[in-house]
């Protein structure tokens, strides 16, 4: 009878723990964020947002690093996007199952698993073939696309074996080819669940710096790009730069433009994480 | 005509899947590429006998182990952070959470792995060491402690889904002839579920520390800079990772040593990953089968 009491109370002390836990990382993440606030709220203001880099903190903002992610992401979506799509169908829908599905499968996984770095070495090697595009937004981006590639796939796959194949089935039934039922049955039923995918892979591109600053990307850029071709900043490195810097305005400053990068990717995951209930209830 | 666009549209997609095959091999040539014109001037057992990591100083040296060991410890402290507290979240949210608690709570979680690195690092330098300071007083500005914790958070979502994952896998009948016994749940849990989804739990720690040691950002702001052979996680150390941002940043003139290096460096981050993703890979099949 005693052990059955003692047993009791361990379960209801690990429940504690497990709320503890749950709670841990997440408390932690808020004192972190309220930090950030605290210092870098005052300084977040319109100039803040408009004005160019400077070596003075007070007259230094972010204008040029934001032009520079926006950019980075639109020729992102550019590449990576159809690509992986495309991928995706042919390994839904068209791979023959064996021992090819299954190579090219298990190489998806583990390009997923490559650490980011490595890809901007790849995209550093690849561009010095092209001296002209050294440091440029079209080596940024293909970088990058390249990076986020896997995790498209994996998304886009998911969403299109999600569609039931009643569907399918009835687009066969009135003669339709393989493609048109791809085309006009298959994709705009999982088209939310390739778009969940498509803005959590991108939330991770606009929070990337390491690959950047390995493809040449500048800390700073006294000009906004105008073409693919030009030398950009982005905002995480323009945050990295800030963090290096000794003098205390640049701490508030780079507080501020990670308050800019938090509300970005925080809203990306938040549009995800809404498309995803939405699309849940759809099939169910 | 059908039939042709038809197949058109077919090898189209399928140039697309192959791109992923051609990436691959491109990571590989390019790393290797460099790699052997770097060992046709550093002998090889230098490099991992060496334990001074020197290129960018006029006295050379090439030695992996200083910059094997700051990725290791950081690695290490990361794992320390989120084993328990993502294996308990697991536990928790599989077993004892209601079902609204654990729908709600868990894109939650998942934030904490959308946070960008560069900012977890302003994290680990600004508030975090500062904070320790406080009660370890040996505590350098930089060090892979901090840089190490900030990281063991960022990666509690990746063992606590997968984690979860694995429990969820065990079978009902399990747990119900363990309460059938008059088991507590912990008990259930400690005797029955842990020990059936020990392979997926173990995917689980593979894939953070895989995660771990190809970080960058937090280590490159927060653990410092100086490669030094040590296992003491409160001097600054430096990761490979961090080593390729340094000499990224840098003015370092391309056909030179120094630029191969990053290359060597490179590879051997690329060659433990690849190793470490494919066991999990390799052990997540084969208990996917178990109770098929």
Redesign the interface.
């Known amino acids: 009878m005693i052990s059955t009491k003692k047993n009791k109370i361990i379960d209801k002390l690990f429940q504690i723990l497990g709320i503890i836990s749950t709670f841990f990382g997440l408390l932690l993440l808020a004192v972190f964020i309220g930090f950030i606030l605290y210092q870098g709220l005052g300084r977040l203001n319109f100039d803040f947002i408009t004005a160019l880099p400077s070596r003075i903190p007070e007259r230094a903002g972010i204008y040029t690093a934001l032009a520079g992610s926006l950019w980075i992401l639109a020729l992102s979506i550019i590449f990576s996007v159809p690509l992986g799509i495309a991928a995706a169908i042919y390994l839904e829908e068209y791979i023959p199952e064996g021992k090819f599905s299954k190579f090219l499968e298990i190489n998806i996984s583990n390009l997923a698993g490559v650490p980011s770095i490595i890809y901007g070495l790849l995209g550093l090697q690849i561009f010095s073939m092209f001296p002209g595009l050294n440091g440029s937004l079209l080596a940024g981006a293909f970088t990058l696309s390249l990076l986020i590639l896997p995790i498209i796939i994996v998304a886009a796959r998911e969403a299109i074996r999600a569609v039931p194949s009643s569907i399918k089935d009835a687009a066969y039934a009135l003669g339709a080819t393989k493609w048109q039922t791809i085309r006009h049955q298959t994709l705009p039923a999982a088209f939310g669940g390739i778009m969940t995918g498509i803005i959590l892979a991108l939330s991770r591109a606009v929070g990337e710096a390491a690959p950047l600053i390995v493809v040449g990307a500048m800390a700073y850029v006294p000009f906004v790009p105008k073409s693919p071709i030009d030398q950009y900043s982005v905002l995480p490195i323009q945050i990295f730069n800030w963090i290096s810097r000794p003098q205390h305005g640049f701490v508030i400053n780079a507080a501020a433009g990670i308050i800019v990068l938090l509300v970005i990717t925080f809203s990306m995951n938040a549009l995800a994480v809404y498309l995803r209930n939405k699309n849940q209830k759809k099939f169910s | 005509m059908?039939k042709s666009?038809?197949k058109i549209?077919?090898k189209?997609?399928?140039s697309?899947?192959l791109?992923?095959?051609l990436?691959?091999l491109?990571?590989i040539a390019?790393?290797l590429?460099?790699t052997v014109k770097f060992f046709s001037e550093i002998s090889i057992i230098d490099f991992f006998t060496d334990t001074e990591w020197t290129p960018l100083f006029d006295d050379k040296h090439f030695g992996i182990l200083p910059l094997l060991s700051g990725t290791f410890l950081t690695s290490m402290v990361a794992t320390l952070i989120a084993l328990?507290?993502g294996l308990?979240?697991a536990?928790?949210?599989n077993e004892?959470?209601g079902n609204k608690f654990r729908k709600t709570?868990k894109?939650?979680?998942?934030?904490?792995a959308?946070?960008?690195?560069?900012?977890y690092?302003?994290?680990a330098?600004?508030?975090v060491t500062p904070f320790l300071q406080q009660f370890i007083p040996g505590l350098a500005g930089f060090s892979s402690l901090s840089a190490g914790i900030v990281m063991g958070?960022m990666i509690?979502?990746y063992v606590s889904s997968l984690s979860e994952d694995a429990l969820f896998a065990v079978p009902k009948s399990l747990r119900e002839a363990s309460y059938g016994m008059?088991a507590?749940?912990?008990?259930t849990v400690f005797k029955v579920t842990l020990p059936a989804a020990s392979s997926g739990v173990i995917v689980a720690v593979i894939?953070a520390i895989?995660r771990a040691?190809?970080?960058?950002?937090i280590v490159?702001?927060a653990a410092g800079q100086q490669p030094r052979l040590t296992l003491n996680p409160l001097v600054p150390v430096e990761t490979i990772?961090a080593y390729?941002?340094q000499v990224?940043?840098g003015d370092v003139p391309?056909e030179s040593l120094e630029y191969t290096t990053?290359?060597a460096a490179?590879i051997t981050?690329?060659i433990f990953?690849?190793i470490?993703?494919?066991i999990s890979?390799w052990l997540r099949n084969k208990f996917r089968e178990k109770y098929d």
């Open positions: 059908k666009s038809e549209i077919e189209l997609l399928l697309s899947a791109f992923t095959i990436t691959t491109l990571i390019i790393l590429f460099e328990p507290v308990v979240i536990i928790y949210l004892y959470s709570i894109p939650l979680l998942e934030l904490l959308a946070v960008p690195t560069v900012i690092g302003f994290f330098l600004v508030i958070i509690i979502p008059g507590t749940k912990f008990q894939l895989s040691i190809g970080e960058t950002m490159a702001i990772t390729i941002v990224s940043l391309r990053i290359f490179g981050l690329f990953t690849l470490l993703n494919n890979f």
